[in-house]
């Protein structure tokens, strides 16, 4: 299994890199993918979700955001309120029963 890899992003987010074995090829558009996503999350929370807002932070048109956050299956919602910061992956959310 490959290591978590790790960089420094825009304004302090760290950025986590996909995990890579080092048996297999990672497709660079993965890689690219992987960052995108996170910058685009990262952004929506910073705008507490406020699509055009993030959009002016990464300096594309709203239209683009919303276009790039279908194609990477980003919800705002998840984003901003749902997602764990370490992994950028969904938490488990408990409900009281």
Excluded: C
Excluded at 44 to 49: I, P, Y
Excluded at 51 to 61: F, N, P, V
Excluded at 67 to 79: I, Q
């Amino acid at each position: 299994m490959g290591e978590d890899r790790t960089s420094e992003g825009r304004e302090g987010v760290v950025l986590h890199m996909p995990k890579i074995d080092a048996g297999r090829d990672v497709p660079l558009d993965e890689i690219l993918n992987s960052i995108e996503r996170q910058e685009i999350i990262a952004a929506l929370r910073r705008a507490q979700g406020h699509r055009a807002q993030a959009a002016q932070m990464l300096g594309i048109t709203r239209s683009r955001l919303y276009r790039r956050m279908a194609a990477l299956g980003v919800d705002v919602t998840s984003a901003v309120f749902q997602w764990d910061d370490a992994d950028l992956a969904p938490t488990s959310l408990s409900t009281p029963g």
